[in-house]
């Protein structure tokens, strides 16, 4: 139900659509001092920093350490979560409620999870986003809250169905139009306005020139520099440039350059071995194209790059490459956030309460989602106190943060509606555009005996298994069962049957005596490696005679494994817009267009390639 209440204890739910009088009440003191002469205009001027300096000057110094944290909170309400919300809000951040994180730290930036509950649904997290806002503004000296997510699309996915979900960065990278790239940016940042979320911690700038790399993989536009700095610029703008105002602040990560290591920064401590000029040809272009299309933040990597700064530290907390490249040789002034402080890539040298002061003192403006709030809040309180770190330091970063909640027209539009989310978020159209985009990047790899597309009259009855990974949004899927429905629109009798990742051999048998029984088999592979009983299961269903199309549902990678597959696509992500344009492309209502973004070696051979950058068959080529 809708609540008026500002974070008392017992409130039930957040207002959806609060009044005139208590948005001119929470904003009154910062929109005087902000306030700009003249009529308002389609892009609205940028207050000066000397207005934003005088809030500044108001604030006490703990206001201002809470403004440079991003932090994670549980719950879809910000005042009146579930009980087990409320628990694990009481374990890792000593509070109930986001209303309650702010009042205590005044943080300046909550970062939202499907984890940490924060996004049933598109009414749900506008709610979620104005509670917050509202906890905020009605403190003394509030300021709004810059909220932020992780919404790249495709296998990192924060906000679902019904909201619109586009293909990964692979994906478009396989399509290869810069305006498809512009206009996933346009619409997911219309959509993600209109939901009160206005960081969003994409496009990933990263060249995955490394086929083994386990965290950046598809989230990569791709192993061409070029290319990939083309393709962030132009979703950069989609984000940022669209009817003249400022829809989200995009952010280009993770700097230096994420794309070629084997070590998964959540869970070690990646070393990246280019010379300074590999690093400027492969790692820097996109970065640099970003830039120059003014994106309006950069996230940092948990990476050690000897070449950059051979201190031993993560390029986090390195002030030669934070500070000396970044800032000073790149020409950067906007936001600095660095990637997440619990990640163990930032946590192996240091303890937590030195990371976020060292992270300060490299040049960074904002402190993303520490483990410990409190310990890394006091530690950057302390360090001002004793002198390690000057107020004026903190001053610096503030000021970068405030002007843009002030390029976002935060401090005039802190809340949105109810009536915005139904106009913008999920429409027909963007669900369409959707669709389209999703048909240019299906990238056909092998097409053996013309195996592909299979037709309705000869082939009917299809059985479809393969791995079935959790949904990236908790919305979409299971893969198999999508990609049967699918067909079965489109004129087949699809039967879905699960295998999962690594089928054992009474799975194995059950598939093999289905398969029998259709008339050909698609089949869904995932991350295959040389090991994995996928390949068993593949072979098993070559055996039986019946013809076999494969889908590889992330990596494209898993081609080189099954040689044999007379028919292979590649869809880069198994979200159900991919998955449903690939059904489209196995019935042959559309034809293949994309192109591989990554070469693809061999795998008894990894110094050769199998399948260049640029291949890709359309049907009646080979």
Request: hydrophobic share 40%.
């Amino acid at each position: 139900m809708p609540d008026t209440s500002t974070g008392s204890k017992g409130s039930k739910g957040n207002t959806a659509t609060p009044s005139r009088r208590t948005v001119l009440a929470a904003t009154a003191g910062v929109t005087t001092a902000l306030a700009v002469a003249g009529p308002a205009h389609a892009a609205s001027p940028t207050p000066d920093d000397r207005k934003l300096r005088a809030l500044i000057a108001r604030m006490s110094l703990p206001e201002k350490v809470g403004q440079l944290f991003v932090m994670r909170v549980y719950g879809h309400s910000a005042t009146a979560p579930d009980q087990a919300d409320i628990d694990a809000n009481l374990k890792e951040i000593g509070v109930r409620t986001a209303a309650e994180l702010i009042a205590k730290y005044r943080v300046g930036g909550i970062i939202y999870f499907t984890w940490a509950h924060n996004t049933r649904d598109p009414h749900q997290i506008a709610d979620l986003s104005n509670g917050i806002q509202r906890a905020s503004l009605t403190q003394p000296r509030g300021l709004p809250v810059l909220v932020s997510t992780d919404q790249e699309h495709g296998i990192v996915c924060r906000v679902g169905e019904p909201a619109t979900l586009f293909p990964g960065a692979m994906a478009i990278g396989a399509g290869g139009s810069r305006s498809d790239a512009r206009t996933l940016g346009r619409i997911a940042g219309q959509e993600l306005k209109a939901l009160g979320i206005r960081q969003n911690y994409s496009p990933v700038a990263d060249v995955n020139v490394n086929p083994a790399n386990p965290v950046i993989g598809v989230r990569s536009f791709g192993s061409e520099p070029d290319a990939v700095a083309g393709m962030v610029a132009a979703e950069v703008a989609g984000y940022q440039r669209s009817r003249g105002d400022r829809q989200v602040a995009a952010t280009a990560k993770h700097f230096p350059g994420h794309g070629d290591t084997a070590v998964d920064s959540h869970y070690g401590f990646p070393v990246i071995t280019h010379t300074r000029e590999q690093w400027n040809r492969l790692d820097a272009p996109p970065f640099r194209a970003a830039i120059r299309a003014d994106i309006d933040s950069i996230m940092t990597a948990h990476i050690m790059v000897p070449a950059l700064d051979d201190s031993g530290d993560p390029a986090t907390l390195s002030r030669p490459i934070l500070t000396g490249i970044l800032r000073e040789e790149l020409g950067y002034d906007g936001l600095v956030v660095t990637d997440s402080l619990g990640m163990e890539g930032v946590r192996t040298k240091y303890g937590d309460d030195r990371v976020p002061v060292l992270a300060l003192k490299a040049g960074v403006d904002q402190l993303l989602n520490p483990p410990s709030i409190d310990i890394a809040w006091n530690a950057v309180l302390k360090a001002v106190q004793d002198g390690e770190l000057t107020e004026a330091r903190l001053d610096e970063s503030i000021l970068r943060i405030l002007r843009l909640k002030a390029k976002l027209r935060l401090f005039e539009e802190p809340y949105v509606s109810q009536g915005g989310v139904d106009r913008n978020v999920g429409t027909p159209s963007h669900l369409r555009t959707a669709d389209r985009i999703a048909e240019r990047t299906t990238t056909l790899l092998v097409n053996n005996g013309s195996v592909l597309p299979l037709s309705r009259r000869t082939h009917p009855k299809l059985l479809v298994v393969g791995a079935d990974p959790a949904s990236p949004s908790g919305t979409t899927g299971p893969p198999t069962g999508v990609l049967a429905a699918a067909l079965t629109e489109l004129g087949f009798t699809a039967t879905a049957l699960s295998t999962g990742t690594a089928p054992s051999a009474d799975t194995i048998a059950r598939a093999v005596e289905a398969a029998r029984k259709a008339d050909a088999v698609v089949v869904g592979t995932y991350n295959v490696t040389a090991s994995s009983t996928q390949k068993t299961l593949v072979e098993q269903l070559l055996a039986t005679g019946k013809p076999v199309a494969a889908v590889a549902i992330r990596n494209p990678y898993d081609v080189a494994q099954l040689p044999a597959v007379p028919a292979y696509l590649a869809s880069y992500s198994w979200t159900d817009v991919e998955l449903r344009a690939a059904a489209r492309v196995i019935a042959g209502r559309v034809s293949p267009r994309g192109r591989l973004p990554v070469p693809v070696q061999r795998a008894d051979d990894p110094t050769r390639v199998l399948y260049p950058v640029g291949h890709g068959l359309s049907y009646g080529s080979r």
